[in-house]
C-alpha cells in the first residue's frame, strides 16, 4: 500500500476582478494523481506559480483540496484529525531566517511539537530534544541560544529537528536548500539522505534546483499551471525526458562549460496566466513542438514503463500525433 496517495487533487481560488470587473477562479491544482511509497523521495518540480507549494500545504492540512483527495495509509487525510496528521506528516520551509521564532531559543523551538503534543515532561522533552540536536548536528552548547546567534546552514538545522522531533513518517520539503549558500546546501542534503536512511523517512522534496531533486530524489513529478506533465524514475527522466517542457527545464541548467553563456530554453520570458489558461494543452504556445490539435485538445496522460507523461506526441490516437512540428 502506498503511503500517500492523490487522486484527481484539485485546488481552486477565488480571486477578485476588481471594482469593475466579477471574480474568477483560479485553480492552482488542477487534476494530481499521485502515489509516494514509503521511503521513496519524490521530487517536484516546475516553474514558479505551477501549484507546487499548494500542493504541499494540503499534503499538510493547511490547505483543504476542492476536489479530490489524499489518502494517508488508505484512509481520507482529513479523517485522521488535525493532530494526528501533524504527527505523521512534518514540513521543513524554505526560509531558515523566517520560519524560527526570534524570540524562543534552539531548545524551546525543536521541543515545541513536543509541548504541543503533550508529550511527556519537560525532562524528558529536553532528552529528546537533545537527542535530535545530535542527530541533526547541532552542539549540545546552541540549547540556549537564539537563531539570530547561528549561521544559515545551522537555523535548517535546528529547522529539521524540530519537524523530526516527534519522528513523523512523511516530511515535505518545500525548497529546504535554496536560501543556503552553495557549500552549505551539500552538507543541508546529506545530512537529510542520512536522516531518511536512520529513521525511514518518506520525502515530497520540491525544489527548482534540478541539480538537488536529481542529487536526493528516486522519483521526480514534473508540474505544469496545476498538472502533472511527466513523472518518472530519477535516473530515467534526467536521461532521456520525453515532454518538451521537461526537456526545456533541463536545457535552462547553467554549465560551468566555458564559452557556452547562458542557456536559451527558447520558451520565452512570459509565464501563462494562470486565471487564463491556454486551451487544449496548457504548454502549446510555447512549445517548439506543438500540432494544430494541441491548441484545442488537451492531452491524456499516456503511462509506460518509463513512467507516465501527459503529451499529444505519446497519444498515437489523434491524426498526425506522432508527427513532430517543425
Sequence with gaps: ????????????????????????????????????????????????GCGKSTLARMLLGLQ????????????????????????????????PYSS?????????????????????????????VEEMMALVGLAPRLYHNYPN?????????????????????????????SALDVSVQSQILNLLQ???????LTYVFISHNLAVVEHIATRVAVMYLGRIVELAATRELFRAPRHPYTRALLESVLTPEPGLGVPDTHLGAAYPNPIDPPPGCAFHPRCPEAMAHCSSVAPGVSSDSRGEVACHLYVSSLPGSERRAS
Design 194 to 200: 542520512d536522516l531518511r536512511r536512520e529513521l525511514g
Design 1 to 48: 500500500m502506498n503511503l500517500i496517495e492523490m487522486r484527481d487533487l484539485r485546488c481552486t481560488f477565488t480571486v477578485g476582478g476588481g471594482m469593475f470587473a466579477g471574480s474568477r477562479s483560479l485553480h492552482a491544482v488542477n487534476g494530481v494523481s499521485l502515489a509516494v511509497a514509503k521511503g521513496e523521495v519524490l521530487g517536484l518540480v516546475g516553474e514558479s
Design 64 to 95: 483543504p483540496p476542492t476536489g479530490g483527495e489524499i489518502l494517508l495509509e488508505g484512509r481520507p487525510l482529513a479523517a485522521h484529525g488535525r493532530l494526528a496528521v501533524a504527527r505523521r506528516v512534518q514540513p521543513i520551509f524554505q526560509d
Design 100 to 128: 524560527l521564532n526570534p524570540r524562543k531559543t534552539v531548545g524551546a523551538i525543536i521541543g515545541l511539537p513536543l509541548e504541543v503534543h503533550g508529550d511527556e515532561d519537560a525532562a524528558a522533552r529536553r532528552r529528546k
Design 149 to 177: 546567534q547561528l549561521s544559515g546552514g545551522q537555523r535548517q538545522r535546528v529547522a529539521i529537528a524540530r519537524a523530526l522531533v516527534r519522528r513523523p513518517e512523511v516530511v515535505v520539503c518545500d525548497e529546504p536548500t
